[in-house]
């Protein structure tokens, strides 16, 4: 089980109506949701192109809910200032994507948001050690950035344990959050692993009752 005994569901507004992002937010939030997933995408870090802080800046008034904005963009640093102002709570930076990753997450800590380390599949835990001290959440991608729907990779399973170690270990206050093709089937093995934050694109906005989505994405098996 993971560290806490909770299971927080962030569904990320990537799979909701671009046109009518408002009241997919009002529904999510309605259906149960405990946070709201940001995708934040350059066309550069990642192939696709998506929101910016004018975007998370519109949604902020419409919700009490946090807002966890991740960034998959090159030079994040460059941009954490205006998503501060926007109102992001949650920020994360990928650790492919930031030479210094220490600096830009202190940079969040000071402008009052948590701050999170966004790993890709293929990077290795071990980039993590000296940087856990300075993070809030470890945000780890269990499919390659970029898109939604795509399918789990199941390795990130034993990953998610190593890096649920290393916290535990070192006995800091950081919390794992996980992103991409988890749904109902692949939620339970990675809480068991250590996961406290399920990011869900498909698997909530692919099912008319999201209330019902959210519920089955916490049932333990
Ligand atoms: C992918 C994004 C995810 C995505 C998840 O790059 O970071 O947040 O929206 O979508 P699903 O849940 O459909 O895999
Ligand atoms: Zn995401």
Known sequence: MNRTGQVRVAPSM????????G???????EAGADLIHLDVMDGHFVPNITIGPLVVKALRPLTRLPLDCHLMISEPQRYIEAFLRAGADM?????????HLQ???????????????????????????????YCDYVLVMTVNPGFGGQKFLQPSVEKVRRIAGMIRERNLDVAIEVDGGIDRNTAP????AGAEILVAGTAVFGQSDRS?????LKRRS
């Open 189 to 192: 093995a990675i809480v068991e």
């Open 212 to 216: 019902e989505a959210i519920t089955q």
């Open 14 to 21: 990537l799979s909701a109506d671009f046109s009518a992002l």
């Open 91 to 99: 920020i994360s930076v990928h650790v492919e994507a930031e030479q």
């Open 103 to 133: 600096r830009a997450l202190a940079m969040i800590r000071d402008g009052g948001a948590k701050a999170g380390i966004a790993i890709n599949p293929a990077t290795s835990a071990d980039t993590l050690a000296e940087a856990l001290v």
């Open 23 to 29: 009241a997919a937010l009002a529904a999510v939030e």
